[in-house]
């Protein structure tokens, strides 16, 4: 017994002899390692606020620039944790590293698939030079000025004031209407006068108000006048003119205000532009015996 609990001892003190051989041999991988980290540390500082003002002259968003930054130091600690464990011979722990880094990143993929896609789409946008914010754009049925682009969504403003929030996804993958990337506008008026009118009349009259009315407008030539169809009641026409406008807010106001001028017009030279009219016509007769209906009426 006593011959086995020497041996017992005799291993462990060996045992405890080789962990401190090693410690000992260690120790300047050690330190160094150390000294690789720190330094990767404030190497990602000053990598990150170099990468945030690069980005800062592509991209607006500051959530995108401060996640592009904070990503550009995650790699630079990375590589330096990976540095540190080859000074200090740990190439079966690095490799195991990898390894579980690779089976975490695939399932972390799998699970956040959508919001991984909105945020990849987020940084394509934000790089887009024809995706600006405050740009008046239409897209998936909405139609406003965009107001942040960030890493989840789009965010539009409407002309009622309603906030719309897209996915980034969703605008990536569909036509995309940027009204501010063009100075001018077409506006499209459409009416119709009554078939009494002098059609000749009607088209000078129209172009004629149409350029008094917008300075864009030089002359009343410029100004497009088509008659369109025999309607109902009316004969209809549709007339197209360019104005300087960068919103669909600008289009409707000049819109709006060219209905107006054009109707003062007309009303000044007595052009009708009626409403539309239903004529009902009874081919047959009906025959109505009044002492038949005074006989009904007494009865009840």
């Not at 887009?128 to 682009?149: A, C, H, L, N, P």
């Not at 036509?175 to 059609?199: I, Q």
């Not at 047959?284 to 009044?290: G, H, M, Q, R, S």
Request: aromatic share 10%.
């Amino acid at each position: 017994m006593k011959e086995q609990f020497n041996e017992a001892l005799g291993n462990l003190i060996e045992k405890l002899q080789g962990w401190f051989n090693t410690t000992i041999e260690y120790i300047p991988n050690f330190i160094l390692a150390i000294l690789v980290m720190v330094a990767a540390f404030f190497a990602a500082r000053y990598i990150s606020k170099i990468v945030g003002k690069l980005v800062s002259k592509k991209i607006e968003q500051d959530s995108i620039k401060n996640a592009i930054a904070r990503v550009s130091a995650v790699v630079v600690v990375a590589l330096g944790l990976f540095i540190a464990l080859g000074v200090m011979n740990l190439g079966k722990a690095l490799t195991s590293l990898l390894a579980g880094a690779g089976v975490v990143g695939l399932a972390i993929g799998l699970a956040l698939q959508g919001t991984l896609a909105n945020t990849f789409a987020g940084l394509i946008l934000s790089f887009r030079k024809k995706i600006r914010i405050g740009d008046w754009v239409e897209t998936t049925g909405y139609s406003g000025e965009v107001m942040d682009i960030n890493l989840k969504d789009f965010t539009l403003k409407e002309s009622d004031n309603n906030i719309v929030v897209i996915p980034n996804k969703t605008i990536l993958d569909n036509p995309l209407k940027n009204y501010s990337l063009t100075t001018k506008m077409r506006v499209f008026l459409e009416c119709g006068v009554g078939y009494e009118s002098d059609l000749e009349k009607v088209e000078q009259l129209t172009k004629e108000v149409i350029a008094n009315t917008f300075d864009q407008v030089e002359k009343p030539e410029d100004v497009e006048f088509y008659y369109t169809e025999f309607g109902g009641s009316s004969i209809n026409y549709l007339c197209r003119f360019w104005i300087d406008a960068e919103s669909m807010l600008e289009k409707l106001k000049a819109k709006t205000k060219a209905i107006i001028e054009i109707k003062k017009a007309y009303d000044k030279e007595d052009i009708n532009i009626p409403f539309p009219i239903r004529t009902l016509q009874f081919d047959n007769k009906l025959n109505v015996n009044t002492s038949d209906l005074q006989e009904a009426f007494n009865k009840n």
